[in-house]
Nanobody, 129 residues
Framework: QVHLVESGGGSVQSGGSLRLSCTASGSPYSNSYCGTWVRQLPGKEREGVAGIDADGDTSYAESVKGRFTISQDYAKNTMYLQMDNLKPEDTAMYYC??????????????????????WGQGTQVTVSS
């Protein structure tokens, strides 16, 4: 069984930066693995913001492109989301997940996995204006 633990959330002012971490106990990887960061506001559906696959290919939602960077450190079993130039509309609960087969962002739809296997518990990000 794989457990995911997120950290790094907090409160920042608009224009600030945060780095979220998602550390896995156990190995969520395969030749077709997909790692994503997803955010959710109360009462709203989850929105994929960034995804990465086993080839190192990445995909981002239009709303975060150029500001967020997803990366994977296999040695530390940790996936990161570097968030720069944060905006109040980035305020949400952020979840990491692993699954298989990256689905790239398209139009208004953010990236995701075609199959989700593991989810973290979430970490809150609050951006004030």
């Amino acid at each position: 069984q794989v457990h995911l633990v997120e950290s790094g959330g907090g409160s920042v002012q608009s224009g600030g930066s945060l780095r979220l971490s998602c550390t896995a106990s156990g190995s969520p990887y395969s030749n077709s693995y997909c790692g994503t960061w997803v955010r959710q506001l109360p009462g709203k559906e989850r929105e994929g913001v960034a995804g990465i696959d086993a080839d190192g290919d990445t995909s981002y939602a239009e709303s975060v492109k150029g500001r967020f960077t997803i990366s994977q450190d296999y040695a530390k079993n940790t996936m990161y989301l570097q968030m720069d130039n944060l905006k109040p509309e980035d305020t949400a609960m952020y979840y990491c997940s692993y699954g298989r087969f990256l689905r790239r962002a398209q139009g208004a739809d953010g990236p995701g996995c075609y199959q989700y296997h593991y989810w973290g518990q979430g970490t809150q990000v609050t951006v004030s204006s």
